[in-house]
């Protein structure tokens, strides 16, 4: 089974001709900026494909310092050197300028000088690449992992937190008709109460305040919510939104409650869902 990733993380690779250093962070969606010298500008849309290969989401901060270059080569573009000398020479005779045009003259023309271009190492460019993205891959699943663990820690929190709720709605329902009958004998007094009236008043608050649907779709969401946490390696958005389904539940929950036991154990339920979803929203 692939563990889930955290975006966040860190990888660095290094031949003797290059030095890759990736930093990842959280993202929506996949991101990636490369940071390279001009002489590897061509090699950019390869890197970012192999990157996209391996990662889904988060922003992805690739930096590749400039090599260190041995010898220098100068090339000198002769024709235009020539073409340079021959139109300084003509410029002279026209306007009968005494000077000579000599090499001082020409040379200060910098555009016919050339630096040979440097002599890529593709290979070893691409293997401190592939060892920077394999320590990144590590590094977002250690951290992934601690991250699984404290979701399941919370989740375990929240079906507590779910079950008391069920354990007050039982203990709501069982005093509904005798909470009714003594407001309404503080209202009446002596007057005498007629008991299947009472049973009907006390059935329509009870399921004016029901929550049975919500619970039931909670424990569903639940469930699925612990599936696609051993799924695969990209859950984040998945998660994300089953937590919203939890609480759209648990706030209607929150507004039916006529029940303070149950009102603070929403609280609680809420608080952890709110912890789970900043911990989502770390994972690919």
Do not use: C, W
């Not at 951290?143 to 929190?157: A, H, K, M, P, T």
């Not at 695969?232 to 039916?256: A, C, P």
């Amino acid at each position: 089974m692939i563990m889930p990733q955290s975006m966040t993380g860190y990888g660095r690779g290094q031949t003797d001709s290059f030095k890759v250093e990736i930093r990842s962070s959280n993202h929506k969606n996949i991101d990636i900026s490369v940071n390279l010298p001009y002489y590897l500008f061509s090699h950019e849309p390869e890197i970012k494909k192999i990157v996209k290969n391996k990662f889904n989401r988060g922003r992805i901060e690739i930096f590749i310092p400039k090599q260190e270059i041995g010898t220098v080569k100068l090339k000198v573009n002769k024709s235009l050197a020539r073409e340079y000398f021959n139109a300084l020479t003509s410029l002279k005779e026209e306007l009968s300028i005494s000077d000579n045009v000599g090499i001082e003259m020409v040379a200060s023309q910098r555009d016919i000088f050339l630096l040979d271009e440097q002599e890529i190492d593709s290979n070893g460019l691409y293997s401190a690449l592939e060892t920077a993205l394999e320590e990144l891959s590590k590094s977002r699943s250690q951290e992934g992992s601690n991250l699984v663990q404290d979701i399941n820690e919370r989740v375990r929190l929240v079906q507590d937190g779910i079950a008391a709720i069920e354990q007050k709605r039982e203990e709501f329902a069982n005093s509904a008709k005798e909470k009714l009958m003594e407001r309404l004998r503080e209202f009446l007094g002596e007057i005498e109460l007629d008991e299947i009236r009472l049973i009907q008043e006390a059935a329509v608050m009870i399921e004016r305040s029901d929550i049975t649907e919500e619970i039931v779709r909670i424990h569903s969401h639940l469930k699925h919510f612990e599936e696609v946490l051993k799924s695969d390696d990209s859950i984040g958005k998945k998660m994300d939104f089953i937590l919203q389904e939890l609480r759209r539940e648990i706030n209607t929950i929150g507004s039916k409650a006529q029940n303070y036991g149950i009102s603070n154990k929403v609280v609680d339920v809420k608080h952890e869902l709110e912890k789970i979803r900043e911990q989502v929203q770390n994972l690919q």
